[in-house]
């Protein structure tokens, strides 16, 4: 679900300036999956500027206000989602854990870093939905510790149905202040983009595991 049309509008204009989001249509990267793929993201860019950092935190603080009220504590999913969780918690006055990817081989053996306690209601913050797996687990790790986990903010999805569906089926609540759909209208008002690239795009969203095979 995306929120503010002129807010996500704005934060891929962002992406695209900063080249955290990478469109390349005609010379397709290669995801670890396997997949072809027109287009590349790494959110954890934004760190690197002041101005877009902050206002993306702050588009999170209001989401996060408008969707899903204060919760008790913050958790950022590895490792996208730390830095710009910590933020969050930090503006919002709010404890801040983090779940790792996997339990840890040694010591305590930890998926969640931090403290949080049974029953207390959380808002995972991820930088980056694809299919919603990985940051599935973490609302799993929530779970099971006790949390009540209101829901999941991310900065950007590519709104594949797979994902759609896994976060329909582990019936968690999932936000994005921006998405693929917009994305792609804001490249193609500020010419990163022709019209002639619009029908691979789309293509791709919709099959991206037998786009270009």
């Known amino acids: 679900?995306?929120?503010?049309?002129?807010?996500?509008?704005?934060?891929?204009?962002?992406?695209?300036?900063?080249?955290?989001?990478?469109?390349?249509?005609?010379?397709?990267?290669?995801?670890?999956?396997?997949?072809?793929?027109?287009?590349?993201?790494?959110?954890?860019?934004?760190l690197s500027y002041p101005k877009i950092r902050t206002f993306i935190r702050q588009e999170f603080v209001r989401a996060i206000d408008e969707k899903f009220g204060k919760p008790d504590v913050i958790a950022g999913v590895a490792t996208g989602g730390i830095a710009q969780g910590a933020l969050v918690a930090q503006e919002l006055g709010l404890p801040f854990v983090y779940i790792r990817?996997?339990?840890?081989?040694?010591?305590?053996?930890?998926m969640i870093e931090g403290v949080v306690e049974k029953g207390q209601s959380v808002v995972v913050i991820e930088d980056l939905i694809s299919t919603g797996g990985s940051s599935l687990k973490a609302v799993e790790a929530l779970r099971e510790a006790g949390c009540d986990v209101k829901g999941m903010a991310a900065i950007f999805t590519y709104g594949f149905k797979t994902a759609n569906d896994n976060f329909k089926k582990a019936k968690c609540k999932l936000i994005a202040l921006s998405d693929y759909e917009t994305l792609i209208k804001q490249a193609l008002?500020?010419?990163?983009?022709?019209?002639?690239?619009?029908?691979?795009?789309?293509?791709?969203?919709?099959?991206?595991?037998?786009?270009?095979?």
Request: charged letters at 30%; glycine letters at 2%; aromatic letters at 10%.
């Open 1 to 46: 679900m995306k929120l503010n049309e002129e807010s996500a509008l704005k934060i891929a204009e962002f992406l695209l300036q900063i080249k955290a989001i990478k469109l390349q249509p005609e010379k397709p990267f290669i995801w670890a999956s396997g997949w072809n793929s027109p287009i590349y993201c790494d959110n954890r860019i934004t």
């Open 101 to 110: 990817s996997e339990a840890k081989k040694h010591g305590l053996t930890n």
């Open 189 to 213: 008002k500020s010419n990163y983009i022709t019209e002639k690239n619009l029908k691979s795009l789309k293509d791709w969203r919709e099959n991206p595991a037998e786009w270009r095979k």
